[in-house]
């Protein structure tokens, strides 16, 4: 399979621990996305990488947000100390960004969490 | 203003009927649009991009007006399987392989 891969799928836990989440993109693909949805609304974006680099993290993203891609294949992203409005499914995707404009994003089947 | 608005819906429509969703944004920069598709409890995956000069893939057309900063897909003769929720996509700036930002999407139910 080389689709986008997440893991784990569902994840539960207290409130005020933390978690990490893996994305394995499509491995030719250079760019790697990071958005979060919740019920009735569009994915919002997080933050995406081009390679390893981290070239936009969203304004609205709190400091209890970090996420890395340190040899710009796979990538986690880490929520400290959780809240119960962390409750949402994490969606990773990458493209290919050989275009001269955005490439469509290749979305993995995300990670369910819930806070407890 | 937020930067991608769409008719959250729902769309209820009978099978065959055609139906149009709209969807604007806020920067006359953006240069790059998509229209994906999410099924329940899944990931979205793309339906078409949205080129300059309008763009038809079958039964699925996809236009765009720069001035009014909109872009509409047209679904002709509706299949029950193509209920699902639509969102639009849009890079809210004219440099390459930035942020995408989504729609809250639209809801379409195709009834017997």
């Known amino acids: 399979d080389t689709g986008v891969s997440q893991n784990p799928r569902h994840k539960i836990t207290k409130r005020g621990q933390n978690v990490t989440f893996r994305c394995d993109p499509i491995s030719e693909h250079n760019r790697l996305y990071w958005y979060r949805q919740t019920l009735g609304q569009g994915p919002e974006f997080l933050t995406y990488?081009?390679?390893?680099?981290?070239?936009?993290k969203s304004r609205l993203l709190s400091d209890r947000f970090s996420a890395e891609r340190p040899k710009g294949s796979f990538s986690t992203l880490e929520i400290q100390r959780t809240e119960q409005g962390d409750s949402a499914m994490y969606l990773c995707a990458s493209s290919s960004g050989v275009s001269s404009y955005n490439s469509p994003l290749h979305f993995g089947n995300g990670t369910r969490l819930t806070v407890t | 203003r937020k930067e991608v608005e769409q008719d959250p819906g729902p769309f209820n429509v009978p099978e065959g009927a055609t139906v149009a969703f709209n969807c604007t944004y806020s920067?006359?920069?953006?240069?790059?649009f998509f229209w994906y598709r999410q099924d329940c409890r899944k990931e979205p995956k793309l339906l078409m991009s949205v080129y300059s000069s309008g763009n038809e893939d079958g039964r699925f057309t996809a236009q765009l007006n720069r001035a009014s900063q909109y872009i509409s897909l047209l679904i002709r003769d509706s299949k029950l399987s193509d209920s699902a929720t639509y969102l639009c996509?849009?890079?809210?700036?004219?440099?390459?392989?930035?942020?995408?930002?989504f729609g809250q999407g639209t809801e379409l139910s195709v009834k017997p």
């Open positions: 920067n006359s920069a953006s240069q790059s």
């Open positions: 990488f081009q390679n390893e680099a981290q070239l936009e």
């Open positions: 996509v849009v890079n809210p700036r004219a440099n390459q392989g930035g942020k995408l930002i």
